[in-house]
């Protein structure tokens, strides 16, 4: 007896059932790979933000005010909003600051990043050695 060969529709079905199961499986991995790569992007951004703000009150010439402060910047074509809280430590000269970022557009809990340092003016006990950068230059001598 000559059986014709090939696939039945009951199988091609069933084929193409497991194919569209295993591409929605793939797809699904793909979005969450690149959601989770924009969050961390942003993350990263926000962390620099509030870097640059920690670094703006060390190199100002005044101890920043024991207060609560907002302001925005721009950073890779994107508005941020930040939060400064400045603190008392029990060391005087030296206060605690705590710098929070979140997107200008997002929702107002949605902090990015949180950085926390501490700004102080430094006191020193003894005079400075003078540091010889250029090991042909001798060290000079001191007083």
Same mark, same amino acid.
């Given at each position: $007896?000559?059986?014709?060969?090939?696939?039945? *529709?009951?199988?091609? #079905?069933?084929? *193409?059932?497991?194919?569209a199961?295993?591409?929605?499986?793939? *797809? !699904?991995?793909? &979005?969450?790979? &690149?959601?989770?790569?924009? &969050?961390?992007?942003?993350?990263?951004?926000?962390?620099?933000?509030?870097?640059?703000?920690l %670094?703006?009150? =060390?190199l100002?010439? %005044? $101890?920043?005010?024991?207060?609560?402060?907002?302001?925005?910047?721009?950073?890779?074509? *994107?508005?941020?909003?930040?939060?400064?809280?400045?603190?008392? %430590?029990?060391?005087?000269?030296? =206060? =605690?600051?705590?710098?929070?970022?979140?997107? !200008?557009?997002?929702?107002?809990?949605?902090?990015?990043?949180? #950085?926390?340092?501490?700004?102080? =003016?430094?006191?020193?006990?003894?005079?400075?050695?003078? #540091?010889?950068?250029?090991?042909? %230059?001798?060290?000079?001598?001191?007083?």
């Amino acid at each position: $007896m000559n059986r014709p060969r090939g696939f039945t *529709l009951i199988e091609v #079905l069933v084929a *193409l059932a497991v194919a569209a199961i295993g591409l929605a499986g793939v *797809l !699904a991995v793909v &979005s969450n790979a &690149s959601s989770n790569a924009a &969050s961390l992007r942003d993350r990263t951004f926000a962390g620099w933000v509030a870097a640059n703000r920690l %670094t703006e009150l =060390r190199l100002a010439q %005044t $101890m920043p005010s024991v207060d609560r402060t907002t302001g925005d910047a721009e950073l890779a074509n *994107l508005r941020w909003e930040w939060e400064t809280t400045v603190i008392q %430590t029990q060391v005087p000269g030296i =206060r =605690r600051v705590d710098v929070r970022v979140r997107l !200008a557009d997002g929702p107002d809990d949605a902090w990015l990043a949180t #950085l926390s340092g501490f700004v102080g =003016r430094t006191q020193v006990s003894a005079p400075g050695a003078p #540091l010889a950068w250029d090991p042909e %230059t001798p060290p000079a001598p001191e007083p």
